[in-house]
């Protein structure tokens, strides 16, 4: 566990709910993942991502999926892939990806708060 924060420190974090409009294998990855496009609506648009989510999704399941990613990161370039956002997920008891979104259907570009 880290420091305590400031509510202004978690209000930096820009954190949205997207939905996976295509994934695709991601052969040249050191690890197992996915190359990501989610769509973030209208003010963001569609972001390209990675992620290693390859035990517990494939990439059919993935598209229209809702899911919650941090927007404000600086863009990272993951090999051939430039990931403009984190899609975020949780580890499961083996330490495999699950990834986290909305309980039910919400609109595009959300805010997490």
Do not use: C
């Amino acid at each position: 566990m880290t420091g305590p924060i400031t509510y202004a420190d978690f209000e930096k974090v820009d954190i949205r709910v997207g939905r996976i409009t295509r994934a695709e294998p991601f052969p040249e990855a050191k690890k197992p993942a996915y190359k990501l496009w989610v769509d973030f609506g209208g003010e963001i648009g569609e972001k390209r991502s990675s992620a290693q989510v390859t035990v517990h999704y494939g990439v059919e399941e993935l598209v229209g999926r809702q899911v919650l990613a941090v927007v404000n990161f600086p863009p990272r370039q993951i090999g051939p892939v430039r990931s403009e956002v984190l899609v975020l997920g949780v580890p499961d008891a083996d330490g495999a990806v699950v990834l986290i979104g909305p309980g039910q259907e919400v609109p595009l570009g959300g805010r997490l708060f």
